[in-house]
């Protein structure tokens, strides 16, 4: 069975910084990209940032560049998301996602499977 557990999320003020964690666990680690999506109340789901665990290549959606950062660590089967500068705007549900490493270029559309979901909100 696939499982993916978020931790991390919690509350923080405007400018502060936040990192998540997402332990993978019931697949192989290296055949995965893992990512992360999140959902703000009604608002669509988007894909925020994902990495290819073979390899280390990253993607980020627009609005996150140069303020988050995604990393893994393939020995503890771990990716991990540093945020930075977070606005009150990135509050929302963050939810870990892993889709195999040969759709990486969807990785910020698409999921194979999904963690239950760690909340962040940042307060102005």
């Known amino acids: 069975e696939v499982q993916l557990v978020e931790s991390g999320g919690g509350l923080v003020q405007a400018g502060g910084s936040l990192r998540l964690s997402c332990e993978a666990s019931?697949?192989?680690?290296?055949?995965?990209?893992i990512g992360w999506f999140r959902q703000a109340p009604g608002k669509e789901r988007e894909g925020v940032s994902c990495i290819s665990t073979s390899d280390g290549s990253t993607l980020y959606t627009d609005s996150v560049k140069g303020r988050f950062t995604i990393s893994s660590d393939n020995a503890k089967n771990t990716v991990y998301l540093q945020m930075n500068s977070l606005r009150p705007e990135d509050t929302a549900v963050y939810y870990c996602?892993?889709?195999?490493?040969?759709?990486?270029?969807?990785?910020?559309?698409?999921?194979?499977?999904r963690g239950q979901g760690t909340q962040v909100t940042v307060s102005s």
């Open positions: 019931g697949l192989t680690f290296d055949d995965y990209a």
């Open positions: 996602a892993a889709v195999k490493s040969s759709l990486y270029s969807s990785c910020l559309y698409e999921y194979q499977y």
